[in-house]
C-alpha cells in the first residue's frame, strides 16, 4: 500500500454489536494521529438487530465519506455471519479481519466471556482493532487515547487489554 | 474561548457546535433520523434545546423566538418538513427579524425512511433560502453564515443535509470567533409583517419575490460558490455531498459546487458552461439543478433516470459520467432489522395475528412487525395515519371485515399526530366502532430513546409535566379505555373491543428493553433531587 493516498476500511457486523464504536474508535485514532480522516455510517432501523457497516478512510487527503465498492484495504468483521454479504466491497489483495482470528473452531462469541484471554463478548471489538493495528502504524497513545474518548471510564483498562491482546496476537493465517 | 482548533466531528455535531457559537436562544425540533443527534448535541454543549411533540410545533416556537429577535434553530428529518409545511410557507412571507435556521436532514437511499423526498424543492416552492454543505466542516460554516444570512434577508434559511453529511465524521477547524446576534431580545410590534390577513399578506408576497430576486444576485458574490478550475474539456456543476464524490471520481474536471442552492446564481452557472465543452450536472435524488438550469437556457447533460433512485458514490458518478446505464452489481443482502428480541411488544403482534386483525400501522420499530415471524401490518403511510387510515377502512369495508380493522400506534407517534385522528374518530364514528392500540414503550424508541411529551422528561431527561394518555382519552370522549401491561389482559381487552362495535382504545404499557436501564438512572436521579429538595424545605 506504499504509493496508495487513502487507507479504506469497512467495519460491520450486526446491530448492537460496537460496529459504530469500532469505527468511531479508528476515526478517532486515525484523527489523532494526524490524518485527513471521514467515517460514514448508516443507523436508525439498523440499530433492531439488522446488518451494520461502517467506512473509515484516512490519508492526506479524504474526500467521499464512502468507500467505493471493492476498495476496502481491510474489512473487519464483527459476526460470523456477516462475512459473505460483505466480501465484496474488499479489493483484491486486501485483508480480512474477522472473529475466526480470536475464537476457536466452532466456538461462538460467548465462549470469549468463560475463557482466559482478556476478550470478552462485548469488548472483542476493539480486540480485532488491535488486530487491525498490527497493519496500521499509528502511535499507540493515539489509538489508546481514542480507546479512552470511545468508551466509558469503567471499561477503559479492560477495553485497552484486549486492544493489546489483539495487537500482540500471532496469527496463523495472516 | 472556542474549544479546540481541530475536532472530529459529524455534520450533526458541526451544526450543533456553530448554533453555540451563534448564540441561539432556543433549538427544537422532532427527533427523526438522520437529524436527531443535532438538539441531543446542542444541549450536551450547554445551549437550551428542547424537544417538540412534531415538527409544525417546533418550527412555529422556533418561528416566536425569531420574531422576538432571538436565534433559533429548528431541526427535522426531511418528511417533518411535510408536517411543518404550513408555516414554513407563510414564514417567508411575514419574515424574521432574529435570526431563524431550520434543518432539513434528507434521507436519499432510505437507510430509515418511509420516502426519500428531495426537500430542495421546497426552499424553491415556499420561497426560503437554501444552503447545503457538503460535508462536517461546511455544516459548520454554513450554520454560521445561515444566522447572518436569515438576519441580513429577514428570511428563514434551511440547511438542507443529507444522511452522508449527518452521519459523516470529519476534520472541523472552527472559526474562533463567535458570531453574536445584533441585539437582545424584544418585541416590536409589526402588524402589517407579522399578521398575514390577506390585506396585508398581498403585499407580503410581493416583498418576498423581490427579495428572493435581490438575494439571487446577491448569491453571485456570496462566497458560498465555489468554481474549481481544471479541463476544459469536462465540467461538472454540482452540491452537497455529491461534491466529494465528484472530486474523487473525476479529479481532472472543472467543478462549479454550489453551496447556497436557492435562489441559484444563474449568471455564474451560465459562464461556468460557457467555459468547459462538456457540463454535466451530478446531483443526489431529483433533477432539480438540472431542470431549473434548463428552464433558463443552460445546455447542460443531466444523470439517467437509474441514477435519480439511492444515493450517489464514487462509482455511480463515474458511471454517469461515462453514460453507463447498464445494470449496476446488487450488493448482497445483508441481515434485516427486526423486532428486539425480548420486546415486550412482540407478543402485541402475535395477539393480533390470532385474531387476524387488518393492522392499519404508524411509523416507529413496531413497523418492523411487517416483516415474518409476524407479518402483522397491513399499511404504514406516515407519522399518524394509524388512526385514520384505520377510519377509513372502517368506513369503506363490508362490516365483517371492517370489525377486524385496529389502528397501531406508538406512544411519541400518538403525542405526534395521533391525537388529531382521536378526534376525528369520536366526531365521524365509524358503524362498527374502532379499536386503536397505544403501543406505550415509555421512549421514542426507533430514533434513539428520547424523551417526548408522554414520558414526563425533558430533552435532558430532566421531570417535567406528564401528558396523561388515558386522562386525554377520557376527556376526548372514548367510551372504552383500557391500560394494561399484562399480555393475557391485553388479549381479553382486544378480544372484547373486536365484538364491541363501539369506540375502543387499549393502551398497552411496556418499557422497551434498551430504555429501561437509562430510564431507571433517570427515575432515581430525579427521586434524589426530590428528597433533597423536600429535606432541604422541610
Sequence with gaps: ?174 | MLQESRQLLNGNEAVALAALHAGVCLGTGYPGTPSTEILENFSLLGGKAQWAPNEKVAYEVGLGVAFGGGRALVTMKHVGVNVAADPLFTSAYTGVRGGFVFISADDPGMASSQNEQDNRRYARAAGVLMLEPADAQEAYEYTMRAYEISEAWRLPVMIRMTTRVCHSKSVVRPSGVAIKPPEPAHFVRDFASLVMVPAFARPAHRRLREKLARAEEWNEQSGLNRKIMKSEDLGIITSGVSFHHVCEAAPEASILKLGMTYPLPMQTIKKFIASVKRCVVIEEGDPYLVEAIRYEGGAVEGKPDMYRFGELNVSRVRRILNGDTSPEPVPPRGKPPQLCQGCPHRMTFAVMKKYDCIVSGDIGCYTLSVLPPFETMDSCVCMGASVTVGLGLRHALPPEEAKRVVSVIGDSTFVHSGLTGIAEMVYNPPPTGHVVVILDNGTTAMTGMQEHPGTGRTLDHQPTNKLSFERVLEAMGVPNVTVTDSPPAFEDALKAALERNELSMIIMRRTCRLAEPKIQLYEKAAAKCEQQNNSQNG
Excluded at chain 1, 2 to 18: C, E, F, P
Excluded at chain 1, 52 to 64: A, E, L, M, P
Aim: charged share 20%; net charge negative.
Design chain 1, 1 to 174: 500500500m506504499s504509493n496508495r493516498k487513502i487507507t479504506n476500511i469497512v467495519i460491520a457486523g450486526l446491530g448492537g454489536q460496537g460496529v459504530i464504536r469500532a469505527a468511531n474508535i479508528l476515526a478517532e485514532a486515525a484523527f489523532l494521529a494526524g490524518y485527513d480522516v471521514k467515517q460514514s455510517e448508516i443507523h436508525g432501523m439498523s440499530q433492531r438487530g439488522g446488518s451494520v457497516s461502517s467506512d473509515v478512510r484516512f490519508g492526506t487527503q479524504v474526500h467521499s465519506p464512502m468507500v467505493p465498492i471493492g476498495e476496502a484495504d481491510y474489512l473487519m468483521v464483527l459476526h460470523p455471519t456477516q462475512v459473505d454479504n460483505n466480501l465484496y466491497m474488499l479489493r483484491e489483495g486486501g485483508t480480512l479481519i474477522s472473529t475466526r482470528m480470536i475464537l476457536e473452531e466452532g466456538k461462538d462469541l460467548e465462549s470469549l466471556d468463560a475463557d482466559n484471554t482478556p476478550l470478552t463478548s462485548r469488548n472483542f471489538n476493539v480486540g480485532l482493532l488491535g488486530v487491525l493495528a498490527q497493519h496500521i502504524q499509528f502511535p499507540e497513545d493515539a489509538w489508546i487515547a481514542a480507546i479512552r474518548k470511545h468508551l466509558p471510564e469503567k471499561v477503559h483498562e479492560q477495553n485497552i487489554q484486549a486492544f493489546m491482546y489483539g495487537k500482540n496476537l500471532t496469527l496463523a493465517c495472516a
